[in-house]
């Protein structure tokens, strides 16, 4: 199985910060990679497929980066709506596995 | 608009057969290259994936629990429906399907629903 560790497992920031997200597959993976948000009691959102292709509909200061192993998450200007947990998938090869998320939380 | 929606029951004794149905519109699972999948989260932890069917009724189980479960399609009725044997109390969690989308070599999770809390408690 291909393994996704995502850092930091949770991170404080304040409203209009840059905030970055890494996540590490322990295997190259090409740009099989997907970000997703998810808020308490809900479902979890697409935000970025293909490592750095933007899902339509969501906001341009969110940003992927990265090939291979190694990949990351960038929210340009934090908004109050960007609380949430964030995590990756890689749809390289089964199991399709996630990374164990990052609680993004109010300073 | 593509929504999807979990059903199935709430609680199962350990031991039982879990059989959740995804009822979905907005698209059609004879459509090349589209899929359905299921994915669970236990209360305050991460996701897992679980199944992927397939347009071509081609199937993906995740390893740890292929034995458990299975994954099928009716097409006719817009339905996917998962069977998990066995059930045990680490089971417990919310069971999401999502719409696989697909854009040239990658595939994606685009639209879930809202996700069913299942327990298993005898």
């Known amino acids: 199985d291909i393994q996704m560790t995502q850092s930091p497992s949770s991170l404080s920031a304040s409203v209009g910060d840059r905030v970055t997200i890494t996540c590490r597959a322990s295997?190259?993976?090409?740009?099989?990679l997907n970000w997703y948000q998810q808020k308490p009691g809900k479902a979890p959102k697409l935000l970025i497929y293909?490592?750095?292709s933007l899902q339509s509909g969501v906001p341009s200061r969110f940003s992927g980066s990265g090939s291979g192993t190694d990949f990351s998450l960038t929210i340009s200007s934090l908004q109050p709506e960007d609380f949430a947990t964030y995590f990756c998938?890689?749809?390289?090869?089964?199991?399709?596995?996630f990374g164990q998320g990052t609680n993004l939380e109010i300073k | 608009q593509i929504t999807l929606k979990e059903s199935g029951p709430t609680l199962v004794k350990p031991t039982q057969t879990l059989t959740l149905t995804c009822t979905f519109s907005?698209?059609?699972?004879?459509?090349?290259?589209?899929?359905v999948g299921w994915i669970r989260q236990p209360p305050g932890k991460a996701l897992e994936w679980l199944a992927l069917?397939?347009?071509?009724?081609?199937?993906r189980y995740s390893p740890s629990l292929k034995s458990r479960l299975t994954i099928t399609k009716d097409t006719s009725k817009n339905q996917v429906v998962l069977t998990m044997t066995n059930m045990d109390p680490v089971d417990t969690a919310t069971y999401y399907c999502?719409?696989?989308?697909?854009?040239?070599?990658?595939?994606?999770?685009?639209?879930w629903g809202r996700g069913t809390l299942v327990t298993v408690s005898s």
């Open positions: 069917i397939y347009w071509d009724d081609d199937k």
């Open positions: 999502a719409h696989r989308a697909l854009t040239g070599l990658y595939w994606y999770f685009d639209l």
């Open positions: 293909a490592a750095s």
């Open positions: 907005g698209f059609s699972l004879s459509t090349s290259g589209v899929g």
């Open positions: 295997q190259s993976i090409s740009s099989y």
């Open positions: 998938q890689q749809s390289y090869s089964t199991p399709y596995t």
